[in-house]
């Protein structure tokens, strides 16, 4: 079974930065989809940002684009959202998954393509 742990979340100011990664264990393919998500209190979980560990193409909401971007380790096994100039719409629980398949990785980043996932990190932004 995959496993996924997220850390680095946190507390910080408007316009402030933060650095959230995701270790994955138990992969079982040598490339895989991974995925950024947040979910804050009464909305639905919205995907941030994607990257395919094989090829390192990433994929980006726009909310997000020019202020988050998404990397990884040189094996693949950890994933790093660095969110700068963090807005007070971006704090939530934020998340990050595994897909099933490549699919996650192309067009929309949708939690459906989604199969396992972690117990998330909250990120808080005081104006």
């Known amino acids: 079974q995959v496993q996924l742990v997220e850390s680095g979340g946190g507390s910080v100011q408007a316009e402030g930065s933060l650095r959230l990664s995701c270790a994955a264990s138990?992969?079982?393919?040598?490339?895989?989809?991974i995925g950024w998500f947040r979910q804050a209190p009464g909305k639905e979980r919205e995907g941030v940002a994607s990257i395919y560990t094989g090829s390192r193409s990433t994929l980006y909401v726009d909310s997000v684009k020019g202020r988050f971007t998404i990397s990884q380790d040189v094996a693949g096994n950890t994933v790093y959202l660095q969110m700068s100039r963090l807005k007070p719409e971006d704090p939530a629980m934020y998340y990050c998954a595994v897909g099933a398949d490549s699919w996650g990785c192309h067009g929309d980043i949708l939690p459906a393509r989604f199969r396992y996932w972690g117990q998330g990190t909250q990120v808080t932004v005081s104006s």
């Open positions: 138990r992969l079982t393919y040598p490339a895989n989809c």
